[in-house]
């Protein structure tokens, strides 16, 4: 099975503040992830359930005046949502699953980022998208569930729980931002570095069968997403090899012998960045896999062999086409490598009945501790505030202004 015509990789992604400069003094805190009743810094600023970071951004002068929404870090755009009602103040608007206007980023460590209650009709991007860190996509309202316009700004990983971006005494994990800031201020604008390319091991060409392990010797965890022309992130350990051949050919690369599921990505650069995949091969629990792609004479490609949900096992590697290294290749290079690939557990990780991609509707999940609310209920001013539609940065003022929490569903991995 092939999926022709993407690539990511690295370890934690970090994030910039998701505005521009001209608009970065215009935003501040008004609701962060809710820690049981306290904020990342054991503070006040939060409101019951809340699952993301809000950032208010002048009320609706604001608004009106136009304030740039920018992604946090690279990304392949995977959701939008455009159209919808932006003025709202009732906090129970519909549209977006209580988004509203909303983007939806696929970072390389396999979490995603949300930038929702968006103006209507600003939204600048499309869905497949590769955007990088500080592209504009959309502009600040208040669309959806929302009281006022603001930026709400949400982490999940790769099983969609929400995380929170900020590290502090009642946070209890990694700051996600590559320059936090001061509590009640706003994270930084630098961007984190590149991406760290894919890591291969031998130059393969064709007739060539590696007995390998997508744990062996080479092998690496740093890569979890390889962009649009496969939606699912790898916990398990991957492994990389370089493929060439001196005609313009069809290629055919297989992985068999599997004894667990692991999937097959071909890639036509080695940055994993996001940008090169050319096909992928996802069958899922131990069926063997396989893509074949058109190959230009004498260019590399990149085949990567990745473990689905942490799986791991040896399996052998193919490639078949007519051609061969060519020309001016050191004589050790024109043979087919053969790896000893080490011992593994080779159990199978558990049925994996991969259910079809997420759809464009991408309900928030269900918000922490007593507060559930659904459609046409809200929050009142008494319980958590009542938006951030205005006021400062500080205090209880900021408490005050603490965004409705949003309603949802879970959705299932595949």
């Known amino acids: 099975m092939i999926v022709l015509t993407l690539a990511a990789a690295a370890s934690a992604q970090q994030y910039r503040f998701g505005t521009s400069p001209e608009d970065y003094g215009a935003f501040y805190p008004t609701a962060y992830y809710d820690h049981g009743g306290v904020d990342w810094s054991c503070g006040g600023i939060t409101y019951s359930g809340h699952r993301g970071s809000d950032f208010g951004g002048g009320s609706f002068d604001g608004m009106y005046a136009g304030r740039d929404l920018v992604a946090a870090a690279d990304g392949t755009v995977v959701t939008t949502n455009d159209g919808e009602f932006d003025a709202c103040t009732t906090g129970d608007c519909p549209g977006g699953s209580g988004f509203g206007n909303y983007v939806k980023l696929q970072h390389a460590d396999g979490k995603v980022t949300y930038y929702a209650h968006m103006k209507q009709w600003s939204v600048a991007v499309s869905v497949g998208q590769y955007v990088t860190c500080g592209q504009k996509l959309g502009e600040m309202g208040s ?5 006022g316009p603001h930026l709400h700004f949400e982490v999940r990983d790769a099983g969609n729980t ?8 009642c946070a209890g994990g990694p700051s996600y931002w590559v320059d936090q800031g001061a509590y009640a201020a706003l994270p930084g604008l630098v961007c984190e570095g590149p991406v760290a390319p894919c890591s291969t091991l031998d130059l393969l060409t064709c007739g060539a069968a590696v007995a390998a392990a ?3 010797g080479g092998s690496t965890t740093d890569h979890y997403y390889y962009g649009s022309c496969v939606e699912y992130t790898y916990t398990g350990p991957e492994v990389a090899w370089r493929v060439r051949t001196n005609l313009a050919e069809p290629v055919t690369v297989s992985v068999t012998g599997n004894s667990a599921d692991v999937d097959l990505l071909v890639l036509d650069h080695d940055a994993c960045d996001g940008t090169g995949c050319i096909g992928a091969s996802v069958s899922p629990n131990a069926d063997a896999e396989s893509v074949t792609f058109n190959a230009n004479a004498d260019q590399e490609y990149v085949v990567v062999v990745d473990g689905w949900e942490g799986a791991v096992t040896s399996f052998t590697l193919s490639v078949a086409c007519n051609g061969s290294l060519g ?3 050191p004589p050790e290079d024109t043979a087919p490598p053969v790896d000893t690939a080490p011992p593994v557990d080779t159990a ?3 049925d994996d009945p991969r259910p079809p991609r997420p759809n464009d509707d991408d309900p928030p999940i269900p918000p922490m501790g007593d507060e559930d609310l659904s459609a046409g209920q ?7 505030g009542c938006g951030c ?3 400062g940065s500080s205090g209880a003022a900021v ?3 603490g965004l409705l929490a949003l309603r949802a569903q879970r959705r299932p991995k595949r």
């Open 162 to 169: 929400a995380l929170d971006p900020f590290s502090g005494g």
């Open 399 to 401: 408490v005050a202004a």
């Open 327 to 329: 020309g001016d290749d």
């Open 389 to 391: 539609a205005s006021g």
């Open 378 to 384: 809200r929050l009142t001013a008494e319980d958590s």
């Open 143 to 147: 669309s959806g569930y929302s009281t």
């Open 348 to 350: 199978e990780t558990g």
């Open 214 to 216: 997508n744990n062996m």
